[in-house]
């Protein structure tokens, strides 16, 4: 899917977002505090809604088309319950008083789709039998065929967060790895997986050579030291006093130039590993993925920064980037067409064009009037 616009508002936080446009790419900018992270987690609070999650207070319209072209427009609204996390499956009293849907609505190509309120949801112009009034009508409708593509497109948002992906090393969710081997052949079926990206590059490592070899030498380009990278089961020393599922289980693993052992997943450096992260998830994902990367140069040194910059605005596949970063080369190489200024007065959330403040329109360079902007500065309109 590709997101194009987005109205939020939490009630319960008291916080809203104004009206946003976005892009193929797009590079959210400005103070800290303005509310560039809350963007890409009220996208995430979508996803969950759209999986059947209940979440109070929450006021939205989000305009989307699928690969296939259809433009969707979804809005709605949850009562207000408070700041209150209602997820806790183990909570009966959090399950009885989940919030229920106040109103919402569903456009397919500005054709009206589906109308609920309280009472009644009206679906293709027929009421359907009663439906539980806690999930939205994506979830409750999503077997649906004028449905799933919006379903399906929600299920591609991803939070690309591998800051700690080194330290969860050895933190893992069992997969059948074997099974996943067999019934993941080809690169499509890779991509379109619902697997971790450690375990897609496992089987592009085992099935996909070509595509292995692709992303190794990408790899290899950022950090010319490696000479090798490999996803298998580690050897151990001390066999019989380590899990059955871990001496199955694929980790990443790299050989440098000069040293004669493997280094293990855990003891990579962390801007070496989120960079081979960050690359096989540009190759690995499936067609109409929606990356949201908050801070994309955390951990990363200036020469991964620069690479993964430049791989992000040379990737020809059908993916969108929603990106937020601080670092000057980021801001600098991505062009400022691309740019979101976000900015906050009270707990409205509102994104600029740099057009607005002119920027781009001199021969001064762009960077250069972006940060000397008291919007850019103080976060304040």
């Known amino acids: 899917m590709k997101i194009l616009n987005l109205t939020y508002q939490d009630n319960a936080l008291k916080w ?11 590079l959210l900018v400005g103070a800290s505090g303005v509310g560039k992270t809350q963007i890409l987690k009220s996208i995430m609070r979508l996803k969950s809604i759209a999986d059947g999650k209940s979440i109070s207070g929450i006021k939205w319209n989000i305009v989307f088309e699928t690969l296939s072209g259809q433009k969707f427009e979804w809005d709605g609204e949850f009562e207000n319950k408070g700041d209150i996390d209602f997820s806790d499956d183990d909570d009966d009293d959090l399950k009885r ?3 229920s849907i106040v109103s919402e609505n569903l456009k397919i190509d500005g054709n009206i789709i589906v109308i609920r309120n309280k009472d009644s949801i009206i679906f293709n ?10 999930q939205s009508i994506i979830h409750l409708l999503k077997e649906e065929d004028l449905i799933k593509p919006a379903f399906e497109g929600f299920g591609k948002i991803i939070y690309s967060d591998q800051t700690d992906s080194t330290g969860e090393a050895y933190r893992i969710k069992f997969s059948d790895t074997q099974k996943l081997l067999k019934t993941n052949k080809s690169l499509k079926s890779i991509q379109e997986s619902k697997e971790d990206i450690r375990i897609k ?16 030498e990408r790899y290899i380009d950022i950090f010319p030291q490696v000479e090798d990278v490999k996803v298998e089961p580690m050897d151990y020393e001390d066999e019989d006093n380590i899990p059955f599922f871990f001496k199955e289980y694929p980790f990443i693993q790299i050989k440098e ?3 004669d052992k493997w280094i293990k997943q855990g003891n990579i450096s962390s801007g070496m590993f989120i960079s081979l992260m960050h690359i096989s998830e540009i190759y690995l994902c499936s067609e109409g993925s929606v990356f949201l990367i908050d801070e994309f140069e955390n951990s990363l ?3 991964c920064i620069n ?3 430049n791989d992000i605005l040379s990737s020809q596949r059908q993916i969108q980037f929603i990106l937020t970063s601080h670092h000057p080369y980021i801001i600098n190489n991505i062009g400022y067409s691309n740019w979101k200024l976000v900015t906050r007065t ?11 403040y002119k920027i781009g329109k001199s021969k001064h360079d762009a960077f250069m009037q972006l940060i000397q902007l008291d919007q850019y500065q103080t976060g304040l309109e």
């Open 257 to 259: 130039f000069g040293v």
């Open 97 to 99: 008083n989940k919030p």
């Open 201 to 216: 590059l496992f089987l592009a490592y085992k099935n996909t050579p070509k595509t292995f070899a692709t992303i190794k």
């Open 346 to 356: 009270k707990g409205v959330v509102n994104t600029h064009n740099p057009d607005e």
């Open 16 to 26: 809203s977002l104004k009206s946003a446009n976005f892009d193929n790419l797009t």
């Open 301 to 303: 040194g200036i020469n």
């Open 125 to 134: 112009n027929a009421k359907t039998v009663k439906l539980p009034n806690q």
């Open 307 to 309: 690479e993964l910059t």
